[in-house]
DNA sequence: TTGTAGGCGTTATCAT
DNA sequence: ATGATAACGCCTACAA
C-alpha cells in the first residue's frame, strides 16, 4: 500500500494540511512541528502523489514532445538537448512519433493536452496548414523546432536555412563549381526548403548563373532517395561537379551512388550536407557541411517552453541559431575549366 | 475552460452516473439516452480527463522507458519499435536517459513509479547491483532490455550474446584468421559483454587456438575509443588480421583508425561489428555484423510489459530473440599462411 | 500557526 | 436503467 498524506499527518499526529505545507509552503510552519513531519515523511518514505496533485494544480510538469521519427540522427540529437536540461526544470518528457502524418500529429497534440502536458514541443518534416492552425488554438504553449515558419504566432527554434543555403552555395562557387546540383527536400505549408532554395538561387545569380532546373530535384530526407536520384543523374549523363544536399543523409546516399558507380569524391565530383548529424564526421569522406547546433535547439526550445509556461513571454518568438560552415573531406575545387 | 463530465450531464439532462457508463459501459445505458449522451458529447467537445481518471482508476497508460542515451542509433531504433507498437495498445510513454549513471536510474525508476507509470522499460549500458535490487522492489511491472540478466526474477529481451559471437568468431576463423581481435565493452555485473567473451573464447578453442590477451581490449562504446585502440594496436605492431568489434559503432572507429593509418580493409584486415544499427550498410565498406532485431526487441518489450501489467505473466520471462550472422564488405579472407 | 472542509474530475458502490 | 454519493490524494481558502 502506498503511503499517502493522510498516514503522514496520522503518525506525526497533525492535519494533512500541515503536512501539504510542510511540503509546499515550508515557511508556514513552526519548526520545531516542521521537524517532526519531515521525520515521519522520511520515516514512511512518503513521496506525494503527482496525480492527485496535478489533479487540482491542473499542472502535471510534464512537457510533450512530438517529433516525426526516433530512431533519426537529427531527432535523436535534439532529443538528447532536451531531455538533458528538462530535468534540471524539474520537468519529465511524454514522448511519441508521428512518422510525419499529420492526423496523429494532431491526435498527438489532443492526447497531450488531456494529460495536462504543460507545453508541448513539436517537430515534423512538412509543416501541415491544418497542423497550424490546430497549434494556433491551443491554450497551452507550443515551440516549433526547425521552422521559419510564416506563422509568427507560433514560437520556433532553427537556424536561418536561406543564409545558410547562400553561403554553402556560394562556397561551391568560390571553389569553382559551376554545375551544382541541389537535391532538396519536398516543399511544405512553410518556409523550410523553399528558403534553402532561395539561398542557393541567390548565390548563383551572384555569380551570373541561371538556375538549371535540370540539376534541382525533390527528395525525401532518406538515403536510398538520394541514391536513386544520382543514379539518375548519371543515367542521363548529367554530372554536376558539385552537389549540394540539403540533409547528411542524403549526401551519404549521393556519395554512395557516386562511389557504387566508379566516380571519385571529391576528386570527381563534390558533395555537401546539411545539419552535421554525428555520422557526418563518422563517414568517410567526412562530410563538408553546415553545421545546426542540434543540442542547443533542443535546449532553447525548452527554455523557451518554460518560460511561456512561467508566462514570461519575454523572449523573441522566433530563435534563430548560429550556423556554420564545416569543411571537411566531401568537397574539392572543380577540375573543370569555368 | 475545459468542458467536464458534469458539463455533459447537466446539457444531456442526466447524471453524471450516467455519463461515465455510456464512456466505461455503454451496454448499461438504454440506446435513447446513449444517443442523447453521446450527442452532447460531440457537441461539447468533450474528453475525459485522464489525470482525474487515474486518480481513481490507479493507472495511467502510462509506461516509462529509462535508456542510457537518445542520440544513439542502437537506442534509437529500439525506440522505434516501443512507440510504434504502444499506441496500438492506447498507451503512451514516458521518457528519459541517464547517460548510464546508476543513480539517476534509480531517480528515474522512482520519479515513473511516483507518476503512476504501468510498467517500466529499462536499458543501461552497465548494470549495476544496486540497480537491480532497486527493480526487484518495485511492484509495477519492469522489463529489461538487451540484458540476458542472471537474476531470472527480471524479464528480459535480447538476443543469445554468446552464440551470437561464438559464431561470428567462427566465421572468421572459417576464413583462415588466426590473429583476431576483440575489442569488447566494459565488465559489468551481468553477462552481457561476459556473454560473448565466452563465445570468442569457445570457438578458438575448438580451432585448437589459445586466448592471446594483448588481442583483448575494453572499449566504451564508442567510436573514438576504438580508433585509439587500434592506433594503439598499430604503435605496438600488434597487427591482427582481423577485428572483431562488439558494436558497429566501434567496428567504425577500427576501420577509421586502419585507413588513416594505410591500412585497406577488408584487404589487409577484416574488422566485424555487432548490432547491424542503420548506420552499418550506409558506411563504406558496409559492415559484417551479426544483426540484432533491433525493432523487435523494442515491439517485443512492450509487449511483455503489457502482458505483466494485464497479469498475465504467462510468457517466458527471459525472450531471446533470434540473430543473424550478415557478410558484407567489411571482412574477407585472410591472406596470411596459416 | 494550525485545523476544517470543500473541491479538482472521474469511477464505483449503493440505492432506487 | 438511472441517480446519489463516497472515494481517489492532494491543495487551499477560511476559521479558529
Known sequence: MKVTIKDVAEKADVSIATVSRVINNPHLVTEKVRERVLEVINELGFRPNPVARSLVMKKNRLIGVIVPELSNFFVGEIMNGIDEIIH??????????????????????????????????????????????????????????????????????????????????????????????????????????????????????????????????????????????VMDFIEEKIIPTAIFCTSDIMAIGAINALKDSGYKVPEEVSVVGFNDVRLASIYRPRLTVIHQPLFNIGSVAVKMIIDRIKGKNSGENIVILPHRLIERESSSSSREEN
Chains 1, 2 share one sequence.
Not at 104 to 120: C, N, S, T, V
Not at 195 to 211: D, F, H, N, R, T
Open 88 to 229: 534540471t526544470h524539474e520537468y519529465d518528457i511524454i514522448v511519441c512519433h508521428t512518422r510525419g502524418d499529420h492526423e496523429q500529429e494532431i491526435r498527438y497534440l489532443d492526447i497531450f493536452y488531456d494529460k495536462q502536458a504543460e507545453g508541448i514541443i513539436f517537430m515534423t518534416w512538412n509543416l501541415d496548414n491544418k497542423v497550424v492552425e490546430h497549434i494556433s488554438k491551443m491554450d497551452i504553449p507550443v515551440v516549433m523546432i526547425n521552422r521559419n515558419t510564416s506563422n509568427l504566432a507560433i514560437p520556433s527554434v532553427s537556424i536561418d536555412n536561406y543564409k545558410a543555403a547562400y553561403e554553402m552555395t556560394q562556397y561551391l562557387l568560390k571553389k569553382g563549381h559551376r554545375k551544382i546540383a541541389l537535391i532538396r527536400n519536398s516543399i511544405d505549408v512553410d518556409a523550410f526548403g523553399l528558403e534553402q532554395y532561395k539561398g542557393y538561387k541567390q548565390a548563383l545569380s551572384e555569380y551570373g548563373i541561371e538556375v538549371n532546373e535540370k540539376y534541382i530535384r525533390y527528395g525525401n530526407f532518406s538515403m536510398d532517395n538520394s541514391y536513386k536520384i
